[in-house]
T-cell receptor, first 113, second 112 residues
Framework: LAKTTQPISMDSYEGQEVNITCSHN???????ITWYQQFPSQGPRFIIQ???TKVTNEVASLFIPADRKSSTLSLPRVSLSDTAVYYC??????????????FGKGTKLSVKP | ETGVTQSPTHLIKTRGQQVTLRCSSQ?????VSWYQQALGQGPQFIFQ???????GRGNFPPRFSGLQFPNYSSELNVNALELDDSALYLC???????????FGPGTRLTVL
């Protein structure tokens, strides 16, 4: 499984767009990129998953360049409730043989008023 | 649709004791995974069960064991508790092979 590297922490203000970049230089052909969000004392929550280019849902966008060695989670117009730890994970996606997730330390996002 | 539930929410044990944690999967999911999350760290994969059999295991000793039942609920058993076992234990259910796992709220275990 590819190792991921992401900033330990980030600060932002309400209403701003936040971009969290994750490096995964050893990503394999079958690997998908998945982001989870975790609030204190809660289990992680799936945000978005992608393989290449751009994926967008009602919560976030995920940008993946052609070489797939990095990815960027974009949160539009953050609010105080977006304060959480965000994890970038790389592994086989749908239909893959493994469903275990390898979490790093994540990025602690603090949104200020 | 019922989400993932775990019991108990909190538990205090002493070193050397044994503990059983329980998890009910989200309706329709056939795979359950267990994770240990120490304070300030990301969740660490313990093992996964699919069709009542262990389907993968992380770097945890044999004193961590599990069960999955026909209704896809699951148990995590830890024998000979050590102080370092103090952590939040998370259960997640999913369809096999999916990276979209649905986590429960966790069980906070404290070993004294």
């Amino acid at each position: 499984l590819a190792k991921t590297t992401q900033p330990i922490s980030m600060d932002s203000y309400e209403g701003q767009e936040v971009n969290i970049t994750c490096s995964h230089n050893n990503i394999a052909t079958n690997d998908y990129i998945t982001w989870y969000q975790q609030f204190p004392s809660q289990g992680p929550r799936f945000i978005i998953q992608g393989y290449k280019t751009k994926v967008t849902n009602e919560v976030a966008s995920l940008f993946i360049p052609a070489d797939r060695k990095s990815s960027t989670l974009s949160l539009p117009r953050v609010s105080l409730s977006d304060t959480a730890v965000y994890y970038c994970l790389v592994g086989e996606g749908y239909g893959g043989s493994q469903g275990n997730l390898i979490f790093g330390k994540g990025t602690k996002l603090s949104v200020k008023p | 649709e019922t989400g993932v539930t775990q019991s108990p929410t909190h538990l205090i044990k002493t070193r050397g004791q044994q503990v059983t944690l329980r998890c009910s999967s989200q309706s329709g999911h056939n795979t359950v995974s267990w994770y240990q999350q120490a304070l300030g760290q990301g969740p660490q994969f313990i093992f996964q069960y699919y069709r009542e059999e262990e389907n993968g295991r992380g770097n945890f000793p044999p004193r961590f064991s599990g069960l999955q039942f026909p209704n896809y609920s699951s148990e995590l058993n830890v024998n000979a508790l050590e102080l370092d076992d103090s952590a939040l234990y998370l259960c997640a259910s999913s369809w096999k092979g999916s990276n979209e796992q649905f986590f429960g709220p966790g069980t906070r275990l404290t070993v004294l």
